[in-house]
């Protein structure tokens, strides 16, 4: 049944596509539609509470049927076609170079299939608000003791969402982020085109995109850095081709809109790279224009804000704030503005990308610069006046200890040898005269950079920030591809090809959560402990705890997820829906104990969440704390019934 939501997208793409587009161009297209309509009938059935199997099914047999008509009609008048879109006549080597590609996409996808969503934030907010939506059919706010399940934006697990119930669990809920791979690299190669490169510059451009470390990394889990990358490469697509027009096509404005608003209706650091690009429309057709701008402009706005609409009010109604809590304000939000400061965020955030020796794999030749290096930013600190752990521009406090080396973690892997290139693309095309005089270039690389440097300014410094610049490494393949194509010849451009795709296969194959060639790897090891990756530590007692609650009779479980005020995200929730999910074919419900209470207790006064009455309480707490004795809830105690550091189980006092 998942295969209903594929069908869609391929059904659009026809409606799209016609011999004087570009297919790629029809892609995107595709993909923006879909996007709309995802979220704008999953907002509908979340009003009405009907995110059921049922509607969902029928929502998405509607959709193909009606999808199906209209390129049936159009067929008929003669306006589309059956035909797939013509080849292009390629060399052998780039076609070698585009196998290179098709394998590490091929493979990327085998991994999402097989290994189960098992990353940090997928265990504790990703794939946790995915099954609380579907439990309580709606995608409003509920009680919890993790607020990111419900405060930051929600497109990529909305498509999850689809994908698990339309399947009946999550095994096709990496492929969210491998088809957002797959669209950012169709995407990139279109804009390099756009931008003026041939097609070894396209090709190039392919390449660099495929073969990035977090990229390959990431794309087979659940994180969301791909989606909103996907969106900001069909931003900057169409505000491309918006450009030559001196009053913009009604279809692109929508175009660019959408886009925008699926950008940050997706992971709100689209904000700020998308920003830069709406910067960059705006002032060419306020030039152009003049005060009939304001027709464009408030087409995008109708459209930006009637896909984000939904989540605003939620959080506005929960929080007081359309985007974020305070707790994330002080995670995240520069506390000090200056000129010092900014520097060392710049420095730091390349920083994150500088084991080229190890990356190489030269170490045994060539001692790895990363000692080095960060002797050096510690020098340049010096005199900039900053301490570099400053809690004030880095979060966690002292949580930057220098230029990190080579890693095969999803969540801080660096892409060294890309920014590089990135590097010496931008170099050349600041001393080589031809290239300046391309305006449009200059222009999207300004725009590329901006989103870089607003990064640095209004975000502090995270030991996992890396993954924030996967949109900015992709957008800028097109500007490298460009660049190069026009400079140098084909055999260089090919070798830094072929050393890109070489290099890259180690992070195919070594992902550290999701490993191919380790002893125990996602082909020997079964997918319940592949959940725990991370942490295997969590094995046992989290089997042992749910094979207990499976004993008794039991269908309604709260989990009482730590006692801080402000959880540090430690307590991990998904597993435990997974492992209890079949129980004697018993249906278990799952709500939160909030001890103590946050913001959003005030939902236990709603239904259905005022309705929760659970039989038994799973704790989890840091190891050093003792197992919790006793609990009360809603009037009713509960008492410690088994324990395992660090879980206990709590059943309802009989007397």
């Not at 076609?95 to 493979?107: D, K, S």
């Not at 950008?263 to 429309?281: C, N």
């Not at 300046?436 to 200059?442: F, P, S």
């Not at 890396?466 to 194509?485: D, E, I, K, N």
């Given at each position: 049944m998942?295969g209903?939501?594929?069908?869609?997208?391929?059904?659009?793409?026809?409606?799209?596509?016609n011999?004087?587009?570009?297919?790629?161009?029809s892609?995107?297209s595709?993909a923006?539609?879909w996007g709309i309509?995802l979220?704008l009938t999953?907002?509908?059935?979340?009003?009405?509470?009907l995110?059921?199997?049922g509607?969902?099914?029928?929502l998405?047999?509607?959709?193909n049927?009606?999808?199906?008509?209209v390129?049936?009609?159009?067929i008929?008048?003669g306006?589309?076609s059956?035909?797939?879109?013509?080849?292009?006549q390629i060399?052998?080597?780039?076609?070698?170079?585009?196998?290179?590609?098709?394998?590490?996409?091929?493979?990327v996808t085998?991994i999402a299939?097989?290994?189960?969503p098992?990353?940090?934030d997928?265990m504790?907010?990703?794939?946790?608000r995915?099954?609380?939506?579907?439990q309580n059919?709606?995608?409003?706010?509920?009680?919890t003791y993790?607020s990111?399940?419900l405060?930051?934006p929600?497109?990529?697990?909305i498509?999850?969402?689809?994908l698990?119930?339309?399947s009946?669990?999550d095994?096709?809920a990496?492929?969210?982020?491998?088809f957002?791979?797959i669209?950012?690299?169709?995407?990139a190669s279109?804009?390099?085109?756009?931008?003026g490169?041939?097609?070894r510059?396209?090709?190039?451009a392919?390449v660099?995109c495929?073969?990035?470390p977090?990229?390959?990394l990431q794309?087979?889990?659940?994180q969301n850095?791909?989606?909103?990358?996907?969106?900001?490469?069909?931003?900057?697509?169409?505000?491309?081709?918006?450009?030559?027009?001196?009053n913009p096509?009604t279809?692109?404005v929508l175009?660019?809109g959408?886009?925008?608003?699926?950008?940050?209706f997706?992971?709100?650091?689209g904000?700020i790279?998308a920003f830069?690009f709406?910067?960059?429309?705006f002032?060419?057709?306020?030039n152009?224009?003049?005060?009939k701008?304001?027709?464009?402009?408030?087409i995008?706005?109708?459209?930006?804000?009637?896909?984000?609409?939904g989540?605003?009010?939620?959080?506005?109604?929960?929080?007081?704030n359309?985007?974020?809590?305070?707790?994330?304000s002080?995670?995240y939000?520069?506390?000090i503005?200056?000129?010092?400061?900014?520097?060392s965020?710049?420095?730091?955030?390349?920083s994150?990308?500088?084991?080229i020796?190890?990356?190489l794999?030269?170490?045994?030749?060539?001692?790895?610069?990363?000692?080095?290096l960060?002797?050096?930013?510690?020098?340049?600190?010096?005199?900039l006046?900053?301490?570099?752990?400053?809690s004030?521009?880095?979060?966690p406090?002292n949580?930057?200890n220098?230029?990190?080396?080579?890693?095969?973690?999803e969540?801080?892997?660096?892409?060294?040898l890309h920014?590089?290139l990135?590097?010496?693309a931008?170099?050349?095309?600041?001393f080589y005269?031809k290239?300046?005089?391309?305006?449009?270039?200059?222009?999207?690389?300004?725009?590329?950079t901006?989103?870089?440097?607003?990064?640095?300014w209004?975000l502090?410094l995270q030991p996992?920030?890396?993954?924030?610049?996967?949109s900015?490494?992709?957008l800028s393949g097109a500007?490298?591809?460009?660049?190069?194509c026009?400079?140098w010849?084909?055999y260089?451009?090919?070798?830094?090809?072929?050393?890109?795709?070489?290099?890259?296969?180690?992070f195919v194959?070594n992902?550290?959560?999701r490993?191919i060639?380790a002893?125990?790897?996602i082909?020997?090891?079964?997918?319940n402990?592949?959940?725990?990756?991370?942490?295997?530590?969590?094995i046992?007692?989290f089997?042992e705890?749910t094979?207990?609650?499976?004993t008794?009779?039991?269908a309604d479980?709260g989990?009482?997820?730590?006692?801080?005020?402000?959880?540090?995200?430690?307590?991990?929730?998904?597993?435990i829906?997974i492992?209890?999910?079949?129980?004697n074919?018993?249906v278990?419900?799952?709500?939160h104990i909030l001890?103590?209470?946050?913001?959003?207790?005030v939902?236990?006064?709603?239904?259905?969440?005022?309705?929760?009455k659970?039989?038994?309480?799973l704790?989890?707490?840091?190891g050093?704390?003792p197992?919790v004795?006793?609990?009360n809830f809603?009037?009713?105690?509960y008492?410690?019934?088994?324990?395992s550091?660090?879980?206990t189980?709590?059943?309802l006092?009989p007397s």
């Amino acid at each position: 049944m998942a295969g209903l939501v594929l069908l869609s997208l391929a059904i659009l793409w026809g409606i799209f596509h016609n011999p004087e587009r570009d297919w790629r161009s029809s892609v995107l297209s595709a993909a923006v539609s879909w996007g709309i309509i995802l979220t704008l009938t999953t907002e509908i059935l979340s009003i009405f509470r009907l995110i059921t199997f049922g509607w969902v099914l029928a929502l998405w047999l509607l959709i193909n049927f009606t999808l199906g008509w209209v390129y049936y009609r159009l067929i008929k008048l003669g306006k589309r076609s059956l035909h797939l879109p013509t080849i292009p006549q390629i060399t052998p080597i780039s076609l070698v170079l585009l196998a290179g590609v098709a394998f590490i996409v091929t493979t990327v996808t085998i991994i999402a299939i097989v290994a189960p969503p098992n990353n940090w934030d997928s265990m504790t907010y990703h794939m946790a608000r995915v099954v609380h939506w579907i439990q309580n059919r709606s995608l409003a706010h509920y009680p919890t003791y993790y607020s990111a399940q419900l405060v930051h934006p929600p497109f990529a697990e909305i498509a999850i969402l689809h994908l698990q119930i339309l399947s009946g669990g999550d095994r096709f809920a990496n492929l969210v982020q491998v088809f957002s791979m797959i669209g950012s690299i169709i995407g990139a190669s279109l804009i390099a085109k756009q931008l003026g490169a041939d097609k070894r510059g396209q090709i190039f451009a392919t390449v660099f995109c495929a073969t990035l470390p977090m990229g390959i990394l990431q794309s087979s889990s659940t994180q969301n850095d791909y989606v909103v990358c996907f969106w900001l490469v069909c931003l900057a697509h169409f505000v491309l081709l918006t450009l030559p027009y001196k009053n913009p096509p009604t279809h692109l404005v929508l175009s660019i809109g959408a886009s925008c608003g699926l950008a940050i209706f997706t992971k709100s650091s689209g904000y700020i790279f998308a920003f830069p690009f709406m910067v960059w429309l705006f002032v060419w057709y306020i030039n152009q224009m003049r005060w009939k701008m304001w027709k464009p402009a408030v087409i995008v706005a109708a459209i930006f804000f009637s896909l984000n609409i939904g989540h605003y009010l939620r959080n506005f109604d929960l929080y007081g704030n359309p985007i974020a809590t305070a707790e994330y304000s002080v995670e995240y939000k520069i506390e000090i503005y200056s000129l010092p400061t900014f520097i060392s965020n710049i420095i730091r955030n390349l920083s994150l990308h500088n084991d080229i020796v190890r990356h190489l794999g030269l170490q045994g030749f060539i001692t790895p610069f990363t000692g080095v290096l960060t002797k050096l930013v510690k020098i340049i600190h010096g005199f900039l006046g900053v301490n570099m752990t400053d809690s004030r521009i880095t979060h966690p406090p002292n949580s930057y200890n220098g230029v990190p080396g080579l890693s095969f973690d999803e969540n801080v892997a660096g892409n060294p040898l890309h920014l590089l290139l990135i590097l010496i693309a931008i170099a050349i095309f600041i001393f080589y005269g031809k290239l300046r005089n391309n305006k449009k270039l200059l222009a999207y690389i300004v725009a590329v950079t901006a989103g870089f440097l607003l990064l640095c300014w209004m975000l502090k410094l995270q030991p996992y920030q890396s993954r924030h610049h996967l949109s900015l490494f992709v957008l800028s393949g097109a500007f490298v591809g460009t660049v190069l194509c026009n400079i140098w010849n084909r055999y260089l451009i090919t070798f830094l090809a072929v050393i890109l795709l070489v290099t890259s296969m180690q992070f195919v194959f070594n992902n550290k959560y999701r490993p191919i060639a380790a002893t125990n790897n996602i082909f020997n090891t079964s997918r319940n402990e592949l959940y725990f990756t991370n942490r295997p530590q969590l094995i046992k007692p989290f089997f042992e705890a749910t094979e207990f609650i499976k004993t008794t009779t039991c269908a309604d479980v709260g989990l009482s997820l730590g006692a801080e005020k402000t959880p540090s995200a430690q307590y991990w929730e998904y597993p435990i829906w997974i492992l209890l999910k079949n129980n004697n074919n018993q249906v278990i419900k799952f709500g939160h104990i909030l001890n103590p209470a946050n913001l959003s207790a005030v939902k236990y006064q709603v239904y259905p969440y005022n309705q929760f009455k659970p039989c038994a309480i799973l704790a989890i707490r840091p190891g050093k704390e003792p197992p919790v004795e006793a609990m009360n809830f809603k009037n009713r105690q509960y008492i410690k019934a088994w324990t395992s550091n660090p879980i206990t189980v709590l059943l309802l006092n009989p007397s």
